[in-house]
């Protein structure tokens, strides 16, 4: 199979790559990996070279690895943000699903579960979660 992109396409695949890779083993450990996303990375990461993109990879005892230049670049910011987002939006929604359920309010009424979630949001999105207590029993 061959697949015709320019090598602004191919950077930005690698990207792809790596953010989907990083989504499926981040969090696992090295005997929990799933093997077959690390040797689609590795086998594009191997075309780095021959489209001029050294910088992007090194060799390590496991193979092409993406460089610490790439994960600088931009990657792990990329990554970082989205990480926050999702967060925030879980929480937001689990406190006011929580609120609600407290209040006898059915989670099924989806304007006042949104207006909850909104208020969360907007209460993050000024102060983070330095306003956030957390209640010994």
């Known amino acids: 199979m061959n697949i015709d992109i320019s090598e602004k396409q191919f950077r930005r695949l690698i990207d792809l790559v790596y953010i989907g890779n990083w989504v499926l083993n981040?969090?696992?450990e090295f005997h929990d990996r799933i093997v077959e996303y690390d040797e689609v990375e590795r086998h594009l990461l191997g075309y780095c070279r021959a489209a001029g993109m050294t910088a992007l990879v090194?060799?390590?005892p496991f193979g092409l690895?993406?460089?610490r230049a790439f994960e600088d670049g931009g990657i792990q910011e990329?990554?970082?943000?989205y990480e926050d987002a999702v967060f925030f939006d879980i929480l937001a929604e689990?406190?006011?699903r929580r609120d609600m359920e407290i209040e006898g309010v059915t989670a099924d009424d989806a304007r006042e579960l949104d207006r909850r979630r909104e208020e969360y949001l907007d209460e993050f999105e000024l102060n983070g979660l330095n306003n956030i207590v957390v209640e010994k029993p």
């Open 26 to 28: 981040s969090t696992r």
């Open 58 to 60: 090194e060799n390590t």
């Open 65 to 67: 690895q993406p460089s």
């Open 78 to 81: 990329a990554i970082a943000d």
């Open 94 to 96: 689990d406190l006011a």
